[in-house]
């Protein structure tokens, strides 16, 4: 009796010791496959990817909206009434945007509206909170996020200080016009935060971001460590300023003021 | 001795099936949340965090503050704490049990949770501090019971309760502090922004914990045959007091600090709680409300003559139950989210199904420390240990 029970746990733990090697050869299998980036010539990379924001060319609401509708068109951003909203890139006055109020403000600058989206911050404080990694930092500077991990606790929304960030508290695929969906990109489900990608899969098929292709050349984007891309020149060329730049995050969104 | 919860007077019964229909009536309005998400919740955008983080938080406090029994007996030898212990840690098992319901409830993908364990995250604060109340919890589970377990058979308790109980007094620390960091180490809000919120969350969590343990320790007595020692209250009444002062004084520090220094940041959310900015003013009752009771605590118990008042002592545990409760359970979370990373004012309140959900996960704390107490005092009973002079023949 004794001897075919232990016989029976010896095969019991090499069983288990079997299935656990194989699902972890599994799963490094799949991870290696996932972090290769598709390697052909029409990708478009950087070291760390940056967007200036001419603020003269798109400083009004209506100007604003038309970023905002394509680049919500492309993300199926659900579109919901209240402050259970959700949003990738939308308008807000100065004050709310650069948290730095100014008396006697040129009326021009005053009654400006400024575009306002994820900054994919270089110390992003929402990848440092994460308790899954569901939101983490790719090798090219964007703030990603795998939808389907994250857990919706939403300490990134607590942890991020642009407020760049929304949960799905409902049902979002009610709030979206299934026949005029992005095929191409995917639905969220209940539960989860998203936000701003910079477009990566857009990127990943040589495409500049959506709101970028929308802004008739007011949005630049591009490699900020090139010395001789487009961002790069526009920022020797004008003075911008970034959000919060005290609290040491290294916004990667830049306005020309 | 689990058997011990399921002998009882009718009251007893009466009072577990009361719980339970909370219990199960709450979970009929949670298995809603679960189908239509936390929209039926009142958090928004900018108040992304509420209610339910907002008790996790107290409840924290809570479960670490039965090292205020605890330490005394194991560090200093105070044995008119020892017939408390027991209580302590039992009161702690609840409690912690509440934190991580009130978790589960807030997050929106719940049958996700073991990502937490699957794709450990160190540098998440949220990773430690799931590590730190699993920890707590086991360590007053394996003490606390094992305890018990030779209380009943007369055995001296085993050499290694006593290194995990030292080990779960250091632990108890950790497990406010962590909580505190969740909160004070994120960059743009400035009410948590602070290096004393972790030793603010001590203060407090050491005066309302033991304040709301010693209110389940008098109503014990009421209903059972155990009685405390005497001395060992007015002791725990004692602390009690001392906390709620360090309490209130760190609260006066950040008050000047942020208003001398005149910072808009800084000053911005304690305007808003205590005098409403752009016509908000929705918690300024409240938060008056918790400065009168918490200084009339203090006026009620720094006095000896008045702490040492046994009819009176409750009442004044009560109101300052309610004042750290107000400052923790409901300012820290809409003071820290308001004003918002746009300047704005985003009111929050939670709503009737998000409370109900809430005390669901209040009558399961409930139940867990009724059945907890109800086997201690039982085995107190039958040991004979700190039992009133004459035994009534009820229960």
Known sequence: MNHTRRNFLKFAGLTAAGLCVASAGGALAVSGAGSAIRDDEKVLKAKRWAMVIDTKKVGTKETIAVLAKACHAAHNVPDIPGKQNIKWLWAAGFEEAFDQPNNYMDEGLEKREFPLLCNHCTNAPCVRVCPTQATYKRADGIVAMDYHRCIGCRYCMAGCPFGARSFNFMEPRLHLDLAALNKEFPTRMRGVVE?????????????????????QGALVFGDLSDPASEVRKVLREHYTIRRKPALGTEPGVYYII | MLEKALKGSPKYYIWIGFLLLLILGGSGVYMLQLMQGLTITGMSRDVSWGFYIAQFTYLVGVA?????????????HYKKFKDLVIFGEFMAIGAVVMCLGFIVVDIGQPQRMLNVLLFPTPNSILFWDMVVLNGYLILNVLVGWTCLECDRQHLPHPKWTKVLAYTSIIWAFSIHTVTAFLYQGLPGRHYWLTAILAARFLASAFCSGPAILLLVIMLTQKVTTFKANVEGIATLAKIITYAMVVNVFFFLLEVFTAFYSGIPGHMHSIV????????????????????????????????????????????????????????????????????????????????GKELIVSLMIYSLGALVVTILFKIATEVKKETGASQKEAVPAEN
């Open chain 1, 195 to 215: 936000k701003c990608n910079f477009c990566v899969e857009r990127l990943a098929h040589g495409k500049q971001p959506a709101c970028v292709e929308a802004s």
């Open chain 2, 64 to 76: 670490a503050s039965g090292v205020m029994i605890v330490l005394p007996y194991y560090f200093h």
């Open chain 2, 272 to 351: 808003y709680l205590f005098k409403g900015v752009d016509g908000h003013a929705e918690l300024v009752p409240f938060m008056w409300t918790a400065v009168a009771l918490g200084l009339g605590s203090l006026c009620l118990l720094i006095p000896p003559r008045l702490r040492d008042n046994i009819k009176l002592l409750p009442w004044s545990l009560a109101i300052l139950v309610i004042a750290t409760w107000i400052d923790k359970g409901l300012g820290l979370l809409i003071g820290g989210f308001n004003p918002t990373p746009f300047e704005t004012i985003a009111p929050y309140w939670p709503t």
